[in-house]
């Protein structure tokens, strides 16, 4: 099934990101008896990046509720996810909460009447309920990396700030952006960290069902930044993925699927995870698509 | 449920179109048991439209296989549905199969090695075969009107061929296009026709289902445009919609649904059509994306 | 002076362009006391192409006055020549009179209240009184090929209508379009032509001095499509250039210039003709900017 | 000839700018033969903002030659002054030394071997140089009211980083280049800085003609952003405009002229200014393009 040799290219912009040896891959999938299944290097921890935008988003939705979208749009993206051009075609409104702008916005909403280290704590108290596992952190060293050499974000920041769409300094805000988006975490961490959006969480709803199926609709619309269109018609299940290599996706009332591999595609997406999500689709008929 | 006062704007760029009384509204299902039900204008014929696309996809789909993909993209479109912009963008490679560009593509894809009453004929046998219905026919009228004032689509297939992306000339592919855009359907005749991408059409698969995977999977990320992430957002159902109003909606092993209602909203999309479907999903949780 | 190896590349696009020997040159020069230089293959024929634009703005300036500028705009452009995006992102309005929707739109207004043989008739009879000279003709053969093959141009003037900025239809309007532009010229009648604008036209102003002003200053800004800004900066001399290779370039009081070498750049401008212009204009100190 | 009533907007998004009384005109004209007029306010200061970046595009274009050009582009810019978008499109190579990004890229490469107050120093030094004034000096508080709200700046200077077209830290240059931007000088010093670009100044040649031919032209293509056109037209003389309302217009060989009004048009420069420049070129004929 993985004997893919083309493995894609690691990451390299962040420091620690480009030294991970690209030949490991990992899978971890929660199901709704409680059953947990992982194959390879499921337990080795890696940094979930952009995937830590389905949490932040969920922690806006649930304060905010629709108000939230006031600042983001809905829409999918066809351009890179650090696009700046985008947001000033939308007048600094980024296309929706998965590009580097719609998550930055995100984050700056979570900051309101808080102090950083606050938001930072409210994200991680709330991925480590999510999956069940006080073991979760950041590794600091990765978030310092990036706020050292993130320029595109930090253009998105001021751009955002300059369109009135930042309430705090960029500063501010790109440090906790920055730290959230280094949380360290194991394929199996992350399986059971989706089961919220599976609806297959032990405590039940974290969050109401209505936001659930937004955050699952705009995993299908745009959680592979301008890969998006390509992975609903290979694997046609609501996913996020990470340039870290990791990838969350989500079986409405089913599984909680989580696959990393460092190694990506053109689009930042994990090359391996992504083939290995379309081979499990297939053989089982995950799509949410699929008629047989 | 349909107390909205708000119903939109009629298409008045073709004339037969704007002539439209907007307090129209129809609705059919069909279930995977075989019943049917239908409220309101359900027996009333528009023009489907953009609709066609859905269908010609399909015949081409099945010719083609995958070597379909050569010419036409796989992603969600931000653009306008006839943006000329977008194409050049891309180099004369349209976006997806259902941004205008795209269908005017999948239509000359249709002409090789026949004449156009021929591939006309083999759309409009098609759509009468998935419909069960031989009554199905083509409006001469707005097929004329359109090719009059179409002056967009003029533009896009110009710059198709002028990109090597279109085999025949303009006027050959835009004469059967706008013809089989022009066919005039019932809600209930086209939620007869959508059984196929349902799954549940009495006689069996009309085309491979990976084929009607991969259709619905682009119905979900590309079906209204640029409107498509709301309507992901809102319905979560993979649906195609038509400036006559009409919107084909599929529940993949359960349903197909035919909504009309003539006024569109900004997009282009059915406005009360739209707010129909988006309440019977709420109301019976059809979203692909729903846990509950 | 002329010892450049790399010609560029002949405009293939057009099949009797494509078949012409870059290993040609010419220049001609007009001087205010009536005198002529002329060196190289200064009385060949070639088609003026793009340059006819200079000869029609003046027509429609004439005619309309500052009215003409409701259709189009002033501003240099920074795309391609025959840019369909450019005229969507400006919502049908063409950036200046030379991109070619510009062209386009001023062909139109020309044939208000005439019929096409008219205007042509209107066209060539203006050109061959700016260059004192009954023997300028048009090439039928090039423009048959290029209204069979100018795909571009014909999805410009579709789109130009269905903006309303297009009073007739697009077959009439580049019927005449693609006939002016298939204009035969040598370098010594272009140089005669060019008079008119440099002020030393032995029969006065042909147009009033405000208006040949304001085309000077287009040919400085737009002359060379997305190449002008280089245009200007290498040379300095207010000019246009056509895709067979010719340049008609002017000195406002003191003379006019005409260089033809068939091969071209990467913005479409003959590449010998641009470096032959450069080179003198540094040698004499010819530039508007100099300070020398 | 300034009884016009609209004076445009002034600049508000600098605060020091916002609270200037646009009721103010003033202009200040330096001949070749030494002589100088002057009317109206003429001996104000004000902040010249964007002008500033011609002394140091003269700065870099004394010390790189055409090495300069290997990261700043030559063509007119069709977008906003501060657009990303353009950088985006352009692939961080700026369109041309006026829009902000290239700008800053300039005031980057003449960070190179000096101290942040060094460069400074140099640019101020080689200004009264050029205005054979050493009163000439900088505003702090204009620098420091840009460097906390000039967000759009920001996000220019890091996408330039992120691309690698910024050799210093944003911070590093942003403070240099808020404080060039922010010397304030009467329409009588400008005017008499502006003798350098006319070929004028008593000292000679203060940078290489080749250099100074250079300046003029890409202030007339690219001078007032993106109404760099319409003032070719309307104007037809190499300027280059601030959003303090100060504009700086060279004639070759014969005169430099200062406008200042601090009320803005549509594309940020100043609109009593403009109509000023343009009354006076039409009366004496002062256009670089006219032939009467």
Redesign the interface.
């Known amino acids: 099934m993985l004997s893919a040799t083309d493995r894609g290219k690691v990451a390299d912009y962040i420091a620690q990101l480009g030294a991970i040896d690209p030949n490991q891959f990992g899978m971890s999938i929660c199901l709704a008896n409680g059953q947990s299944l992982s194959i390879g290097d499921a337990t080795t921890e890696f940094s979930i990046q952009s995937i830590s935008k389905v949490f932040t988003l969920a922690l806006a939705l649930r304060r905010y509720g629709d108000r939230y979208w006031d600042r983001v ?6 351009n890179v996810f650090n ?3 985008e ?3 939308r007048d600094g409104i980024p ?2 909460p998965f590009v580097n702008a719609g998550a930055i916005a995100t984050t700056d909403s979570l900051l309101v009447g808080a102090e950083p280290k606050e938001t930072l704590a409210e994200i991680i108290r709330f991925v480590r309920m999510t999956a069940s596992d006080e073991e979760i952190f950041i590794d600091p060293d990765v978030a310092k990396s990036e706020k050292a050499t ?3 974000n ?3 920041a ?2 955002l ?2 369109s009135g769409n930042l309430l705090h300094e ?1 500063d501010l805000v790109l440090d906790t952006y920055f730290h959230h988006c280094a949380m360290a975490m194991t394929c199996e961490q992350l399986a059971m960290s989706g089961r919220f ?3 297959i969480h032990p405590e039940g ?1 974290l969050i109401p ?2 936001q ?3 955050i ?3 995993m ?3 959680g592979h930044y ?5 992975f ?2 290979r694997v ?1 299940i ?1 996913a996020k993925s990470g340039v870290g290599g990791g990838i969350l996706a989500v079986l ?2 089913q599984a909680s699927i989580a696959v990393w591999s460092p190694g990506l595609n053109a689009h930042g997406n994990s090359l391996l995870g992504t083939k290995a999500l379309e081979l499990l689709s ?1 053989a089982l008929n995950l ?6």
Do not use: C
Request: avoid cysteine.
């Open positions: 749009g809905r829409e999918p993206s066809t696009s700046v051009q947001l000033e075609v296309a929706n993130g320029h595109r930090w253009s998105l001021h751009f700030r300059g960029p959006l599976a609806g709803n069902p209505s659930v199926r937004s699952n609709a705009l299908m619309t745009s301008d890969g998006s269109g390509e609903a018609y046609g609501p409405p009332g297939k799509s949410v698509f699929a008629i047989d």
